[in-house]
Structure formats: structure tokens, C-alpha cells
């Protein structure tokens, strides 16, 4: 149970890094992305 929540932890932590890093950098590139795929 650990095991997958520290997995899970991980997996949200990469999410959330990657989509930083994407919007500081590249707001425009990530805002077309976001209206072209929206969740």
C-alpha cells in the first residue's frame, strides 16, 4: 500500500513539474495545447 501510494506521489509530482515547466517557459505553447486538447 506504501509502496503505491509513493508511486502515486511520484507520478503526481512529474505531472505537476512538467506542466510547470511548460507554462513558465512556454505559456503560448502551452495554452494552444491546452485550448486544442482541453481535459
Do not use: Q
Not at 11 to 18: A, E, K, L, P
Amino acid at each position: 500500500m506504501l509502496e503505491f501510494f509513493g508511486s502515486f506521489i511520484n507520478f503526481v509530482g512529474r505531472i505537476v513539474t512538467d506542466f510547470g515547466v511548460s507554462f513558465f517557459h512556454e505559456p503560448g505553447a502551452f495554452f494552444e495545447k491546452a485550448i486544442e486538447a482541453p481535459f
